[in-house]
């Protein structure tokens, strides 16, 4: 059983405050002054790195189970609890969500539009992910969840580039489809527990059918699959990043496609077993197809955000084949997917803001020479690529190789194409870094300069921290992993 | 870290001290030069005493030593870091140290002004730090990881004038086909790991494999651990990588060629020996292949005219040598051939370095007509590695040679030793046909003035490059006969699981006249190449200029390269690549766009019946509730 810790001091619920806080501030905040809500932002940002970094590094492993719990009862008649937690699956999440959000707010240091509304929007977006990654009631998860969908809309249509009014509605129309799925199946879990109550682990002890849970987990893994980008329901995310402004698209695929895997995992899994069993089959396949799909697709993009667009479908069929394996190696491997995938996009999409903010262009034919011009910059996406590529030394590796023994082990055909898959993953991701980055230098961008210590900051974290859990990857794994054994201990 | 055990602590300081040079270089030291390429030359020369140290302290001991510490957890699956610390990979670690030392100091001339020049020590640094983890890694998992960054390490330096579209080019295909040996090599350990739960590599080697999995799964591993091999290796149908990496700078193609990157894949298949001979088939398979390996790319080293192809060709050759060796269940045989192999052939390529870099081209017959046999000490050198390669007494070559001979005479099928011998012949024509070209040049242009120009600044470069040449032609020199200490050395903590004995008394087996025959064809060789090229008048022509289809067959590499890029044109980028996307605009996001104006239509259909005009609006209201009404009655 998950044994459950109180919180002595409320930080997850500080936690979510200080976003709340941060949006309230920069509401009031006049937009004239755009240094200023650049400066609260960040100093938000940081105190949210700081706090989730402090319950990262305090997490009892040995001891395991839910830590700094806080559950109070908010609606009697139906049985919901404001009611949050930190295991070692969600930590690592609210861990990447700060950090994909200070660095999202370094990258967009130079913004100039409408500074104030895109703050204000960011912190809503991400109050709501903060929200999901922390709540273990299913009514909150929802209305987190749903919260964090909204903002998309106005961000990628008021600062996005590219096709951005299609993008966007694309992209809502999607998600909003993916709620409309979950919703039922929340409701449907609540009726037939007959506990009225929306308390996740009250109802994972509650015992459904195997019927029940065979329906249910099928309407939960195809609503948060949609936003996890499982295969054939991806389309809206290559499209979306592309029209998404810079640290928008950091956040979307680093941050909010994870929220579609964690729910499937946190959710799906947790109170479904049975149904899981019933659909891991399925799951494994659309998995594959996504991984060795996604790869072939990126390997014919010409625009360097369609090409991550992609390599995210790829990647996140990955965490998919993970969570199928339903074994605690790949489950490990799925979390740490999720969690290295979060910060390579985030690298990734931050480097190309940059390299589109000088030049103007993200067409891989119009670039060209870039390492010559800026060879730091260039740096960044190549180590990004490299992370994509799997190669070793970089978290995403250890995450991979993980997933893939669980793999071969559980569904042998399907993991062996999915190992080849990596072939075309590494031909598509030196593709474009070869086309952008080397080659003789273009003339056009000669006059750009290399990238400020300052700007470059955002990447230099994220790198650093896929170069740190890639080199000592149990300073992650073994967090993960006390979670998820009892979890799949509950199988 | 601080540990006062002094093997555990030099296996650290030669293992972390170039991974530190790499990221104090890559982070800090960017923009001093200087610094930068001290640093790195420091950690490797530290290295090398430590290797050395090694090597001296843990030579009488019988039985593996070994550390390890837990790197990854989960569930089931432990993977270490650690060392492993025997005879075979204390050898190979003085070989990576000793070479990659050498080269470093050379490209201190080499390289001087480049602007990359600290990237170039930086990836060095990363390189040696790949190799040498790869080297003493105990488990499988470790060795695969260092043997991917091996990989990296070299997409990078082979990529290293990255403004050249052929060297981007060049890298990324050695990146993504030794890749595509790599997946296999991938799934042969998992496959290994399921069944047999411990990817260590003393256990693996051990007799308990053959209990615990049944033969046809141990072929079907091990055949597939071997595709790493075939990558990493450049072996036939993967060899194409490698005549490409001559993008590179020179010295990182003397490194590349003699003892790390494709000799990772030999050291692999010696450090898995044992495993590996578990099955008869995969050995025969590895035998096959070396075989096609060593034949194919002796006829392209044939017709070459760029000094570094001809060498390049000459390493795919003798590798396939050695897995030839190694097949026939030559163990000593095929790391001895690496061993003098990494000597000589660094020593050929670092040679070609100073011809290359001095006259400013590749073409050896340029090279010969500007006067090339002028540079004495590189001459001089690059002779006694041609001698070596060819297999000339008393040059170590010779020596290693033999010795995969009388391990391919032990083998019950005697094609192969045809093969051998037939492929000595080869080697012996296309090695010195390129010597003689450079020796005997067919007219001489004058290039006086080029001498004067820079004579200031060249002299300490050339001796700095010089020094290499030498020590690397003393050790090719007088390595040969160390064979029977080396024997005794590589034996010594050896245990052979499945009782294949191929030791010295298999040396006498095979009986004299096998040298012999060795040398006549060796000389036959010679003197062709002598007849064509040295003697005065010679045409210089080939005699497979006569041949011209078979002369362009080789030319073009058996045509492997056209039908690989024929081969990912038509079923990549043509085949599956245009499908899904045609697929994902027109199936997929069609079907939902389609959806959504399907909606939009109906919509628009339904908003007729909500139109301004009040009798319309009544009409429809009447219609309706008429037909409500009619249900109602029906």
Partial sequence: ????????????????????????????????????????????????????????????????????????????????????????????????????????????????????????????????????????????????????????????????????????????????????????????????????????????????????????????????????????????????????????????????????????????????????????????????????????????????????????VSHMGIVGLGLATMSVGGINGAVFQMFSHGVMTALFFSSIGYIYDKTHTKMINELGGLSKIMPVASAFFIIAALCGVGVPCLSSFWAEILVFIAAVKTYPVRGILAICGIVITSLFMLRVVMKTFYGPKNEKFAHIPDVSLFLASPRIILAGILLLFGLFPRLILDVIQSAVIPFVGGF | MFTKDPILLACTVTVVLPFLSFLTIICYTRKWERVSCSISIGAILTSLLCAVYLFVATRHFTEPLQYRLPWVISGKTIIPFGFLVDHLSMLMLVIVAVIASLVQIYSLGYMAGDPGFSRYYACQSLFAWAMMTMTVAPSMIQFYIFWELVGLASYLLIGFYYEKWSASQAGKKAFVVTRIGDVGMFIGLVILLLYYGNLSIVDVNSAAVAKQIPVPLITISAILIFCGVIGKSAQFPLLTWLPDAMEGPTPVSALLHSATMVAAGVYMFARLFPFFAGSEQALQFALLIGTITMVLSSTMAMVARDIKQVWAYSTVSQLGYMVMALGAGGYFAGMFHLTTHAGFKALLFLCSGVFIHHYHTNDFFVMSRQGARNLKVPMVCMTIGALALSGVFPFSGFFSKESIMVALAHHPNKIWLAAGLFGEVLTAYYTFRLIFVMLFPKEIEDHGHHEEEHHEGESILYWLMGWPLIILASVTCVLGFFEKQFEHYLFADFILAHGMEHGAEAAQAGGHWLTITAIVLVLIGVAVAWLEYGRKGASQEGFLSRMPAIEKLFANRWYMDHFYRWALDMIIYSGFTNIFTRNDRRVIDGGIDGLCRGTEGSGRIASFLQSNMVQYNIFVMVAILGFVALSFLG
């Fill in chain 1, 1 to 312: 059983m998950i044994s459950m810790e109180m919180a002595s001091f409320p930080f997850l619920t500080v936690l979510l405050l200080t976003n709340l806080v941060a949006l309230l501030v920069i509401m009031f905040i006049p937009p004239e002054r755009d240094k200023l809500i650049k400066k609260v932002s960040l100093f938000f940002a940081g105190i949210t790195v700081v706090i989730s970094l402090y319950l990262y590094v305090t997490y009892d492993t040995s001891k395991g189970g839910l830590q700094f719990v806080e559950r109070y009862l908010w609606v009697k008649s139906l049985g919901i609890y404001y009611f949050v937690g930190a295991d070692g699956i969600n930590l690592p999440m609210l861990l990447l969500t700060s950090v994909v959000l200070f660095t999202g707010v370094l990258t967009m240091w130079e913004l100039e539009n409408r500074v104030k509304e895109f703050f204000a929007f960011m912190y809503l977006l991400v109050i709501g992910v903060y929200g999901v990654f922390m709540s273990f009631d299913l009514f909150f998860i929802f209305v987190w969840y749903d919260v964090a969908l909204f903002p998309m809309y106005p961000l990628i249509v008021i600062w996005g580039s590219t096709r951005k009014e299609y993008g966007g509605m694309k992209l809502t129309l999607y998600l909003l489809a993916g709620s409309a799925l979950i919703l039922p199946a929340i409701l449907y879990l609540w009726t037939k527990s007959g506990l009225n109550t929306f308390d996740l682990l009250a109802l994972h002890r509650a015992g459904f059918t195997k019927h029940v849970q065979i329906i249910a987990f099928v309407m939960l893994y195809l609503g948060f699959g949609i936003l996890a980008g499982v295969w054939p329901f991806h389309t809206w995310s290559p499209v979306g990043h592309v029209a998404a402004p810079t640290a928008v698209s950091m956040i979307h695929a680093g941050v909010l496609m994870k929220l579609g895997a964690y729910g499937i995992l946190r959710v799906g899994m947790f109170l479904c077993p049975q149904g899981l069993q019933y659909w891991a089959q399925l799951m494994a396949l659309l998995a594959t197809i996504g991984i060795v799909y996604g790869a072939f697709i990126g390997l014919a993009q010409n625009d360097l955000k369609y090409v991550v667009g992609y390599s995210s």
